[in-house]
Protein backbone atom coordinates (compact mmCIF):
# COMPACT_ATOMS: atom_id res chain seq x y z
CA UNK A 1 0.00 0.00 0.00
CA UNK A 2 2.06 3.26 -1.36
CA UNK A 3 -0.32 5.43 1.27
CA UNK A 4 -1.71 4.62 4.84
CA UNK A 5 -5.35 6.26 6.10
CA UNK A 6 -6.82 3.47 8.81
CA UNK A 7 -9.82 3.74 10.83
CA UNK A 8 -9.66 2.75 14.23
CA UNK A 9 -10.54 -1.18 13.49
CA UNK A 10 -8.37 -4.00 13.92
CA UNK A 11 -7.94 -6.17 11.07
CA UNK A 12 -5.98 -9.24 13.13
CA UNK A 13 -4.76 -9.66 16.29
CA UNK A 14 -1.46 -10.59 16.96
CA UNK A 15 -0.35 -12.59 19.86
CA UNK A 16 3.39 -12.41 19.87
CA UNK A 17 5.72 -9.40 20.82
CA UNK A 18 7.69 -8.01 17.97
CA UNK A 19 10.35 -4.89 18.33
CA UNK A 20 9.79 -2.00 17.96
CA UNK A 21 11.50 0.96 15.72
CA UNK A 22 15.53 1.34 17.44
CA UNK A 23 15.42 4.60 19.51
CA UNK A 24 18.03 6.55 17.38
CA UNK A 25 15.08 6.33 14.74
CA UNK A 26 13.77 9.21 17.10
CA UNK A 27 16.59 11.35 17.53
CA UNK A 28 19.29 11.04 14.98
CA UNK A 29 19.95 14.14 12.68
CA UNK A 30 20.44 11.46 9.87
CA UNK A 31 17.56 9.95 10.20
CA UNK A 32 15.68 13.17 10.21
CA UNK A 33 16.83 14.00 6.98
CA UNK A 34 16.22 10.66 5.46
CA UNK A 35 12.86 11.77 6.56
CA UNK A 36 12.66 15.32 5.55
CA UNK A 37 13.65 13.77 1.61
CA UNK A 38 12.03 10.53 1.53
CA UNK A 39 8.87 11.58 3.27
CA UNK A 40 7.77 14.96 3.79
CA UNK A 41 9.30 16.10 -0.02
CA UNK A 42 8.28 13.39 -1.66
CA UNK A 43 4.32 12.11 0.03
CA UNK A 44 1.34 14.44 0.39
CA UNK A 45 1.04 16.03 3.36
CA UNK A 46 -1.88 18.25 5.03
CA UNK A 47 -1.11 22.19 4.98
CA UNK A 48 -4.67 22.61 6.30
CA UNK A 49 -8.23 23.52 5.35
CA UNK A 50 -9.90 25.15 2.29
CA UNK A 51 -11.77 27.91 4.72
CA UNK A 52 -8.39 29.73 5.81
CA UNK A 53 -8.28 31.08 2.03
CA UNK A 54 -12.24 31.53 1.67
CA UNK A 55 -12.16 34.61 -0.72
CA UNK A 56 -10.11 35.40 -4.13
CA UNK A 57 -6.13 36.70 -3.55
CA UNK A 58 -6.03 34.83 0.17
CA UNK A 59 -2.49 33.73 1.28
CA UNK A 60 -1.22 31.32 3.97
CA UNK A 61 2.52 30.06 4.44
CA UNK A 62 3.30 26.80 5.31
CA UNK A 63 6.98 26.42 6.23
CA UNK A 64 7.96 22.81 5.46
CA UNK A 65 10.82 21.87 7.15
CA UNK A 66 13.63 23.56 5.70
CA UNK A 67 10.79 25.21 2.52
CA UNK A 68 8.66 27.65 2.45
CA UNK A 69 5.47 27.25 0.34
CA UNK A 70 3.04 29.74 -0.44
CA UNK A 71 -0.59 28.51 -0.91
CA UNK A 72 -2.87 31.11 -2.58
CA UNK A 73 -6.37 31.33 -4.03
CA UNK A 74 -6.38 33.02 -7.04
CA UNK A 75 -8.77 35.26 -9.04
CA UNK A 76 -10.72 32.50 -10.88
CA UNK A 77 -11.03 31.29 -7.13
CA UNK A 78 -8.40 27.99 -7.67
CA UNK A 79 -6.28 27.37 -5.30
CA UNK A 80 -2.48 27.17 -6.43
CA UNK A 81 0.77 26.35 -4.40
CA UNK A 82 4.10 27.59 -5.47
CA UNK A 83 7.99 27.82 -3.31
CA UNK A 84 7.71 31.08 -1.67
CA UNK A 85 11.28 31.90 -3.59
CA UNK A 86 11.29 34.70 -5.96
CA UNK A 87 13.45 33.72 -8.85
CA UNK A 88 15.68 36.72 -9.30
CA UNK A 89 17.64 36.40 -6.67
CA UNK A 90 16.29 34.21 -4.05
CA UNK A 91 13.99 36.41 -1.89
CA UNK A 92 11.37 35.23 0.40
CA UNK A 93 8.39 36.13 -0.99
CA UNK A 94 5.61 36.48 1.24
CA UNK A 95 5.12 35.99 5.01
CA UNK A 96 2.00 35.02 7.44
CA UNK A 97 -1.41 34.41 6.31
CA UNK A 98 -3.70 37.12 4.88
CA UNK A 99 -4.96 39.14 1.45
CA UNK A 100 -2.52 39.86 -1.48
CA UNK A 101 -2.98 43.20 -3.76
CA UNK A 102 -3.60 41.72 -7.31
CA UNK A 103 -0.23 40.39 -7.70
CA UNK A 104 2.56 38.58 -5.93
CA UNK A 105 5.20 41.30 -5.38
CA UNK A 106 9.03 40.49 -4.25
CA UNK A 107 9.53 43.05 -1.56
CA UNK A 108 13.57 43.05 -2.62
CA UNK A 109 13.41 44.21 -6.17
CA UNK A 110 9.89 44.68 -6.80
CA UNK A 111 9.52 41.65 -9.01
CA UNK A 112 6.18 41.12 -9.92
CA UNK A 113 4.25 37.65 -10.72
CA UNK A 114 0.89 36.74 -11.33
CA UNK A 115 -1.52 34.86 -8.79
CA UNK A 116 -1.41 31.94 -11.67
CA UNK A 117 2.59 32.40 -10.82
CA UNK A 118 3.65 34.03 -14.05
CA UNK A 119 6.46 36.54 -14.19
CA UNK A 120 4.73 39.30 -15.12
CA UNK A 121 7.01 42.35 -13.76
CA UNK A 122 10.68 43.50 -13.51
CA UNK A 123 11.14 46.99 -12.64
CA UNK A 124 14.28 48.85 -14.06
CA UNK A 125 15.38 45.70 -15.82
CA UNK A 126 14.17 46.44 -19.28
CA UNK A 127 14.37 44.10 -22.29
CA UNK A 128 17.04 41.54 -22.24
CA UNK A 129 18.27 39.78 -25.28
CA UNK A 130 18.07 35.86 -24.42
CA UNK A 131 15.72 36.08 -21.14
CA UNK A 132 12.31 34.96 -21.63
CA UNK A 133 10.09 35.88 -18.68
CA UNK A 134 7.69 32.70 -19.33
CA UNK A 135 10.70 30.92 -18.13
CA UNK A 136 11.01 32.76 -15.15
CA UNK A 137 7.68 32.00 -13.45
CA UNK A 138 7.45 30.68 -10.07
CA UNK A 139 8.52 26.95 -9.03
CA UNK A 140 4.79 25.48 -8.49
CA UNK A 141 4.41 22.89 -6.15
CA UNK A 142 1.59 20.10 -6.84
CA UNK A 143 -1.77 20.78 -4.77
CA UNK A 144 -4.83 18.57 -3.95
CA UNK A 145 -7.93 18.82 -2.22
CA UNK A 146 -9.84 16.33 0.09
CA UNK A 147 -12.91 16.74 2.38
CA UNK A 148 -12.17 20.49 2.78
CA UNK A 149 -8.45 19.79 3.37
CA UNK A 150 -5.32 21.31 1.78
CA UNK A 151 -2.95 18.74 0.57
CA UNK A 152 0.73 19.67 -0.99
CA UNK A 153 3.16 17.37 -2.38
CA UNK A 154 6.43 18.36 -3.16
CA UNK A 155 8.41 15.84 -5.46
CA UNK A 156 8.31 17.08 -8.92
CA UNK A 157 6.03 13.81 -10.56
CA UNK A 158 3.55 12.88 -7.68
CA UNK A 159 0.71 10.14 -7.72
CA UNK A 160 -2.82 11.43 -7.25
CA UNK A 161 -3.62 11.78 -3.56
CA UNK A 162 -6.31 9.04 -3.69
CA UNK A 163 -3.43 6.75 -3.93
CA UNK A 164 -1.43 7.69 -1.15
CA UNK A 165 -4.72 8.17 1.01
CA UNK A 166 -5.47 4.35 0.45
CA UNK A 167 -8.68 2.71 1.06
CA UNK A 168 -11.60 4.48 3.56
CA UNK A 169 -15.43 3.75 4.78
CA UNK A 170 -17.97 4.98 6.28
CA UNK A 171 -17.17 8.48 6.79
CA UNK A 172 -19.07 10.56 4.21
CA UNK A 173 -21.90 10.96 6.72
CA UNK A 174 -19.31 13.25 8.83
CA UNK A 175 -19.57 15.62 5.70
CA UNK A 176 -16.15 17.25 6.68
CA UNK A 177 -15.63 19.21 3.97
CA UNK A 178 -18.61 21.23 4.93
CA UNK A 179 -17.84 21.57 8.75
CA UNK A 180 -16.06 24.97 9.62
CA UNK A 181 -13.32 25.69 12.42
CA UNK A 182 -14.66 27.15 16.36
CA UNK A 183 -11.54 26.43 18.23
CA UNK A 184 -7.92 26.12 17.00
CA UNK A 185 -4.50 26.06 19.31
CA UNK A 186 -1.18 25.63 18.25
CA UNK A 187 0.99 22.79 20.19
CA UNK A 188 4.43 23.10 20.67
CA UNK A 189 5.57 19.24 21.71
CA UNK A 190 9.24 18.33 22.58
CA UNK A 191 8.96 14.98 21.05
CA UNK A 192 9.92 13.30 17.76
CA UNK A 193 6.82 13.58 15.11
CA UNK A 194 6.59 9.50 15.45
CA UNK A 195 5.68 9.16 18.95
CA UNK A 196 2.58 11.87 18.97
CA UNK A 197 1.44 9.15 15.81
CA UNK A 198 2.19 5.86 18.34
CA UNK A 199 0.76 7.49 21.20
CA UNK A 200 -2.10 8.22 18.70
CA UNK A 201 -2.60 4.60 17.63
CA UNK A 202 -2.58 2.19 21.54
CA UNK A 203 -4.68 3.11 24.29
CA UNK A 204 -2.93 0.99 27.10
CA UNK A 205 -1.73 4.39 28.47
CA UNK A 206 -5.47 5.36 28.54
CA UNK A 207 -6.49 4.53 32.38
CA UNK A 208 -3.29 6.10 33.41
CA UNK A 209 -3.09 9.13 31.60
CA UNK A 210 -6.27 10.24 30.49
CA UNK A 211 -9.05 8.99 33.75
CA UNK A 212 -11.75 11.66 31.87
CA UNK A 213 -11.42 9.76 28.72
CA UNK A 214 -12.12 6.12 29.70
CA UNK A 215 -15.40 7.57 31.32
CA UNK A 216 -16.69 8.16 28.00
CA UNK A 217 -15.09 4.96 26.10
CA UNK A 218 -15.54 1.56 28.10
CA UNK A 219 -13.23 -0.80 26.24
CA UNK A 220 -10.30 2.11 27.16
CA UNK A 221 -10.93 1.53 30.59
CA UNK A 222 -9.22 -2.19 29.22
CA UNK A 223 -6.54 -0.83 27.57
CA UNK A 224 -8.15 -1.24 24.29
CA UNK A 225 -7.39 0.83 21.12
CA UNK A 226 -10.92 -0.95 18.77
CA UNK A 227 -12.91 -3.78 19.52
CA UNK A 228 -11.65 -7.04 17.61
CA UNK A 229 -15.30 -7.46 16.42
CA UNK A 230 -15.41 -5.60 12.66
CA UNK A 231 -17.88 -2.93 13.95
CA UNK A 232 -16.74 0.17 12.79
CA UNK A 233 -15.99 2.97 15.81
CA UNK A 234 -15.58 2.46 19.48
CA UNK A 235 -18.98 2.93 21.36
CA UNK A 236 -19.91 5.51 23.69
CA UNK A 237 -20.79 4.76 27.00
CA UNK A 238 -23.89 4.84 27.79
CA UNK A 239 -26.21 8.08 28.42
CA UNK A 240 -22.42 9.41 26.57
CA UNK A 241 -22.99 11.75 23.38
CA UNK A 242 -19.76 13.71 22.92
CA UNK A 243 -16.19 13.90 24.17
CA UNK A 244 -17.09 16.41 27.51
CA UNK A 245 -15.88 15.80 30.67
CA UNK A 246 -19.52 15.37 32.01
CA UNK A 247 -20.37 13.56 28.58
CA UNK A 248 -22.95 15.88 27.27
CA UNK A 249 -23.54 18.96 24.78
CA UNK A 250 -25.90 21.42 23.96
CA UNK A 251 -24.83 21.31 20.44
CA UNK A 252 -26.99 19.02 17.62
CA UNK A 253 -25.53 15.88 16.11
CA UNK A 254 -24.60 16.29 12.61
CA UNK A 255 -27.17 15.84 10.46
CA UNK A 256 -26.85 12.79 8.67
CA UNK A 257 -25.35 10.10 11.22
CA UNK A 258 -26.68 6.80 11.78
CA UNK A 259 -28.20 5.99 14.86
CA UNK A 260 -24.80 3.73 15.45
CA UNK A 261 -22.43 6.74 14.86
CA UNK A 262 -24.65 8.94 17.67
CA UNK A 263 -23.24 6.38 19.70
CA UNK A 264 -19.74 6.20 18.65
CA UNK A 265 -16.45 7.66 18.15
CA UNK A 266 -13.91 6.85 15.79
CA UNK A 267 -10.03 8.28 14.90
CA UNK A 268 -8.15 7.97 11.79
CA UNK A 269 -4.75 9.23 10.90
CA UNK A 270 -3.65 9.81 7.43
CA UNK A 271 0.36 9.35 6.80
CA UNK A 272 2.22 11.39 7.23
CA UNK A 273 0.78 14.19 8.89
CA UNK A 274 -2.83 14.43 10.08
CA UNK A 275 -5.16 13.02 12.61
CA UNK A 276 -9.00 13.15 12.83
CA UNK A 277 -11.12 12.42 15.97
CA UNK A 278 -14.69 12.04 14.46
CA UNK A 279 -17.60 12.30 16.78
CA UNK A 280 -21.52 12.77 16.79
CA UNK A 281 -21.18 17.04 17.06
CA UNK A 282 -17.63 17.68 15.85
CA UNK A 283 -14.74 16.50 14.19
CA UNK A 284 -11.49 17.43 15.56
CA UNK A 285 -8.36 17.53 13.87
CA UNK A 286 -4.96 17.58 14.29
CA UNK A 287 -2.19 18.35 11.98
CA UNK A 288 1.65 17.56 12.46
CA UNK A 289 4.23 19.77 11.56
CA UNK A 290 7.99 17.95 12.28
CA UNK A 291 10.04 20.86 13.03
CA UNK A 292 13.35 19.16 14.04
CA UNK A 293 14.09 15.63 15.51
CA UNK A 294 12.77 16.02 18.94
CA UNK A 295 10.09 18.64 18.19
CA UNK A 296 6.69 18.89 16.91
CA UNK A 297 4.14 21.27 16.07
CA UNK A 298 0.68 20.38 16.23
CA UNK A 299 -2.43 22.49 14.96
CA UNK A 300 -5.65 21.47 16.03
CA UNK A 301 -8.84 22.41 15.34
CA UNK A 302 -12.10 21.39 16.32
CA UNK A 303 -14.89 21.60 13.56
CA UNK A 304 -18.86 22.24 13.69
CA UNK A 305 -21.66 22.44 11.01
CA UNK A 306 -21.93 26.23 10.17
CA UNK A 307 -25.38 26.43 11.44
CA UNK A 308 -24.42 25.07 14.72
CA UNK A 309 -21.43 27.50 14.90
CA UNK A 310 -24.49 30.34 13.72
CA UNK A 311 -26.55 29.40 16.88
CA UNK A 312 -26.60 32.37 18.89
CA UNK A 313 -26.19 29.52 22.08
CA UNK A 314 -23.21 28.10 20.53
CA UNK A 315 -20.51 27.76 22.92
CA UNK A 316 -17.92 24.53 22.68
CA UNK A 317 -16.12 25.41 26.51
CA UNK A 318 -17.19 22.20 27.62
CA UNK A 319 -15.90 20.40 24.67
CA UNK A 320 -12.82 22.79 24.19
CA UNK A 321 -11.99 22.04 28.02
CA UNK A 322 -11.80 18.05 27.56
CA UNK A 323 -10.02 18.14 23.93
CA UNK A 324 -7.49 20.43 25.14
CA UNK A 325 -6.93 18.44 28.51
CA UNK A 326 -6.92 14.98 26.91
CA UNK A 327 -3.73 16.74 24.30
CA UNK A 328 -2.07 18.13 26.72
CA UNK A 329 -2.12 14.96 29.13
CA UNK A 330 -0.76 12.96 26.14
CA UNK A 331 2.31 16.00 25.11
CA UNK A 332 3.36 15.44 28.56
CA UNK A 333 3.87 11.38 28.45
CA UNK A 334 5.34 11.78 24.41
CA UNK A 335 7.80 13.94 25.94
CA UNK A 336 8.96 11.64 28.90
CA UNK A 337 9.11 9.26 26.25
CA UNK A 338 11.39 11.45 23.91
CA UNK A 339 13.39 12.08 27.63
CA UNK A 340 13.63 8.25 28.03
CA UNK A 341 14.44 7.29 24.26
CA UNK A 342 18.11 8.95 25.03
CA UNK A 343 18.85 6.51 27.37
CA UNK A 344 22.02 4.41 26.51
CA UNK A 345 20.52 1.39 28.26
CA UNK A 346 17.23 1.45 25.27
CA UNK A 347 17.93 0.20 22.44
CA UNK A 348 14.46 -0.52 21.19
CA UNK A 349 10.97 -1.86 23.10
CA UNK A 350 8.51 -3.87 22.13
CA UNK A 351 4.76 -3.74 20.83
CA UNK A 352 2.74 -6.14 22.77
CA UNK A 353 -0.62 -7.73 20.88
CA UNK A 354 -2.86 -4.36 21.67
CA UNK A 355 -0.27 -2.13 20.28
CA UNK A 356 -1.59 -3.28 16.59
CA UNK A 357 -1.93 -0.25 15.22
CA UNK A 358 1.50 1.18 16.12
CA UNK A 359 3.38 -1.55 14.91
CA UNK A 360 0.99 -0.63 11.47
CA UNK A 361 2.05 2.93 11.29
CA UNK A 362 5.57 2.21 12.02
CA UNK A 363 5.42 -0.45 9.36
CA UNK A 364 4.05 2.08 6.75
CA UNK A 365 7.08 4.52 8.53
CA UNK A 366 9.29 2.46 7.06
CA UNK A 367 7.94 1.15 3.85
CA UNK A 368 8.17 5.10 2.85
CA UNK A 369 11.48 5.93 4.80
CA UNK A 370 13.25 3.09 3.16
CA UNK A 371 16.70 1.74 4.73
CA UNK A 372 19.19 4.33 6.13
CA UNK A 373 22.64 3.72 7.01
CA UNK A 374 23.35 1.69 10.05
CA UNK A 375 25.08 4.03 12.03
CA UNK A 376 22.24 6.72 12.07
CA UNK A 377 19.37 4.11 12.86
CA UNK A 378 21.00 1.68 15.76
CA UNK A 379 19.94 -1.43 16.75
CA UNK A 380 18.02 -2.76 14.61
Aim: one cysteine or more; charged letters at 25%; hydrophobic letters at 35%.
Amino acid sequence: MDGWAMPFELKRKPVRMRQTLPARDYYAPGIFDLEKERIFYQKWFCAGRQEELPNERDHMIREVLNESILIVRGESGMLRAFYNVCRHRGSKLCDGAGRLGSAIVCPYHGWTYSLDGRLVGTPNVGEVEGFDRSEYGLHAVALETWNGFVFVNLSANPRPLEEQLGPWRDYQRYHIERLRSGWRVVYEVAANWKILHENYNECLHCPRVHPELVKLIPIYRRGLIAENDGSWGNRLADGVTTFSKTGHSKLPFLPDLTEHEKRSYNGMTVFPNLMLDLLPDHVMTSVLWPTGPERTRVVSEILFEPATLARDDFDPADIVELQDLVSRQDWVVCERAQQGLRSRAFKFGVYPPQDEFVYEFDQEYLRARGPAPADDTGAS
